[in-house]
């Protein structure tokens, strides 16, 4: 015998989500306008990021990591969730020029940091960035599913050394993983970069 409560359906249950959403928001705002602190333990939900050289508000669960940040609620889907526990680099963006996995920080802990992502990365006029056009060239990608990963990686890394060897551009792409094998691609796009400047 199947038991089902028919005053519970699909659309009310994810209105009831939304609304449980919309009201932990409300409360959050509503201590900041009457200039209370919040209760001891609560969380802050509505916070500034910024992202891309933009400051965007967004509605954060406190153990919101913040690949599911950026692919989820503020729609930067080049970020990839791969393993979602920090072990193949598919979510590597640059936090304060420092390549850093998005799935393995809670989005909270990123309120004071600079993130970018690959969408960042292209200038105003559209061209691409010169790891972005080096990997290109050199076609680095097979599947591309790693390729935003990799890209973070590799600007992180000519950020800190404008002038590496392909021995430290290998240790600075070791943390990604790549399931085609492109290692040496994505090297020889690293070593263009170099050229490109």
Same mark, same amino acid.
């Given at each position: 015998? *199947?038991?089902?409560?028919? *005053?519970? $359906?699909?659309?009310? %249950?994810? *209105?009831?989500?939304?609304?449980?959403?919309?009201?932990?928001?409300?409360?959050?705002?509503?201590?900041?306008?009457?200039?209370?602190?919040?209760?001891?333990?609560?969380?802050?939900?509505?916070?500034?990021?910024?992202?891309? =050289?933009?400051?965007?508000?967004?509605?954060?669960?406190?153990?919101?990591? /913040?690949?599911? $940040? /950026?692919?989820?609620?503020?729609?930067?889907?080049?970020?990839?969730? =791969?393993? !979602?526990? =920090?072990?193949? =680099?598919?979510?590597?963006?640059?936090?304060?020029?420092?390549? $850093?996995?998005?799935?393995?920080?809670?989005? +909270?802990?990123? *309120? !004071?940091?600079?993130?970018?992502?690959?969408? @960042?990365?292209?200038?105003?006029?559209?061209?691409? +960035?010169?790891?972005?056009?080096? %990997?290109?060239?050199?076609?680095?990608?097979?599947?591309?599913?790693? $390729?935003?990963?990799?890209?973070?990686?590799?600007?992180?890394?000519?950020?800190?050394?404008?002038?590496?060897?392909?021995?430290?551009?290998?240790?600075?792409?070791?943390?990604?993983?790549?399931?085609?094998?492109?290692?040496?691609?994505?090297?020889? @796009?690293?070593?263009?970069?170099?050229?490109?400047?």
């Amino acid at each position: 015998m *199947k038991l089902v409560n028919p *005053k519970v $359906t699909r659309r009310r %249950f994810i *209105k009831g989500v939304i609304a449980s959403g919309a009201a932990a928001t409300s409360s959050s705002l509503w201590y900041a306008a009457n200039g209370q602190s919040r209760p001891a333990g609560a969380v802050e939900r509505l916070i500034r990021l910024n992202v891309n =050289g933009q400051v965007r508000n967004v509605d954060v669960a406190p153990q919101e990591t /913040l690949a599911s $940040t /950026l692919r989820y609620k503020l729609g930067l889907t080049g970020t990839k969730l =791969g393993c !979602n526990r =920090g072990e193949c =680099g598919a979510c590597t963006v640059l936090v304060d020029d420092i390549p $850093t996995y998005a799935c393995s920080v809670l989005t +909270h802990s990123m *309120k !004071n940091g600079r993130i970018e992502t690959v969408e @960042g990365l292209e200038s105003p006029n559209g061209d691409l +960035h010169p790891v972005q056009q080096a %990997f290109v060239e050199s076609l680095s990608p097979q599947c591309g599913y790693c $390729t935003p990963g990799q890209i973070m990686s590799a600007v992180g890394l000519l950020r800190a050394n404008p002038n590496p060897t392909r021995e430290e551009a290998r240790q600075g792409l070791a943390g990604n993983i790549c399931r085609c094998g492109s290692y040496d691609s994505y090297l020889d @796009g690293v070593m263009r970069a170099v050229q490109i400047g």
